[in-house]
């Protein structure tokens, strides 16, 4: 069965290069592979309201550069407590029904873990699908990268180089917090790449005495000011004993994040003035940097060229700078989290090592 007309959906949050890779897909596999391509309007909830369209090349052009993504995207998560409709069909349902509407012969889901793992069951329901991996999160396994993780990465060192100067103005510790729920990579990197004196990841439960020792120890040195690198999903030591579930519910009721309650903390130990910004969406937002553009436009490419050799049930992936195929099936439901001593492997990542090298404290 040569594929003739593809379904292609962007789930998940929003990541610079997102346009790009549909573009390549689309641009590809047309120019090459004479496909169609139907567009699916906000992620998996499109399919399951059948709300497509044909995509035309005037869809596609002048899109290499936008950001967020012109299919709309949504987190709607069809495997999960599903309910059953008016007409009494559940999600998947009326998925299986919209692939078939549409005519389509295989579906391509742009999109991070929850996405490619949603991809991954409905492989295994009969359909066509291939993933392409994006988040600015980094964090699926399997693949050296995935595309929006650097646009997000130069805006936050962009943020951490602005707030540098104004907490070596004032003398304040300053706070910054930066998106990464269960990874700490971007984190990691914004911070290594920002020169932050503290970086607080989720992979290290962080000791608040040691945080504010470290800062201490700089004031004593003559360093009036510290930056402080925190993830949003970065804990304590205490909270890291608490069974996941109890933790996700004591989070959920904090009325602020993260990156307040450290600064809190540290003034409270340090009784130094400290200030918060925390980064939100607009590590998220704008245009891809040119690196991100050229992976999501190489993820495309090879995401047609998998669609043309039938390679469905694999995720594009990169491995030391080559094209990969990887089952959605061993991808689905794992989080690549940062090797660090305390997960049991005995590695830690390079670029910890890089920072404890330079001296930043990581709160252990
Ligand atoms: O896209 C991944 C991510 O950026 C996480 O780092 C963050 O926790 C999450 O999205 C928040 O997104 P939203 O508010 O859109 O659910």
């Not at 933790?247 to 918060?276: D, N, Q």
Request: hydrophobic share 40%; glycine share 12%; aromatic share 6%.
């Amino acid at each position: 069965m040569a594929v003739k007309r593809f379904g292609i959906l962007t789930s998940g949050g929003d990541a610079p290069g997102l346009n790009s890779a549909i573009r390549a897909v689309c641009r590809t596999a047309a120019i090459q592979y004479g496909m169609t391509a139907v567009g699916v309007r906000n992620g998996y909830r499109g399919l399951i309201e059948n709300n497509c369209f044909e995509l035309s090349g005037d869809d596609i052009t002048g899109i290499l550069s936008r950001g967020g993504t012109i299919l709309g995207t949504s987190r709607e998560k069809p495997f999960k407590n599903p309910e059953p409709d008016g007409e009494g069909l559940l999600p998947i349902d009326s998925i299986k029904r919209t692939y078939e509407i549409q005519k389509m012969d295989a579906l391509v889901c742009l999109g991070g873990n929850g996405t490619n793992t949603t991809a991954s069951l409905l492989q295994e329901e009969g359909m066509n699908v291939i993933g392409l991996p994006k988040t600015i999160d980094n964090d699926i396994v399997k693949t050296d990268v995935t595309f929006g993780f650097h646009t997000a990465l130069d805006v936050a060192t962009e943020a951490i180089d602005r707030i540098h100067s104004t907490a070596h103005s004032h003398s304040r510790i300053m706070v910054i917090e930066v998106m990464g729920h269960k990874a700490g990579w971007l984190s990691l990197y914004s911070g290594v790449a920002g020169g932050a004196d503290v970086i607080l990841l989720p992979e290290i439960p962080y000791d608040i005495d040691s945080v504010a020792d470290c800062i201490m120890k700089r004031r004593d040195a003559g360093k009036e000011f510290s930056i402080v690198v925190v993830a949003e999903g970065a804990l304590s030591r205490d909270e890291a004993l608490l069974p996941k579930k109890e933790l996700k519910k004591r989070r959920k009721l904090m009325p602020y994040s993260i990156a307040y309650r450290v600064a809190h903390e540290l003034e409270e130990a340090t009784g130094l003035e400290s200030r918060v910004t925390v980064l939100g969406y607009l590590q998220r937002g704008g245009t891809p940097s040119a690196f991100d553009r050229v992976l999501s436009t190489q993820f495309g490419v090879a995401g047609a060229h998998f669609l043309a050799e039938e390679k469905f049930g694999n995720l594009v992936a990169m491995q030391n700078n080559e094209i990969v195929a990887v089952p959605l099936s061993e991808i689905a439901g794992k989080v690549k989290n940062i090797p660090v001593l305390g997960d049991g492997n005995g590695v830690e990542h390079s670029m910890i090592a890089a920072g404890r090298g330079l001296g930043t404290c990581f709160g252990d």
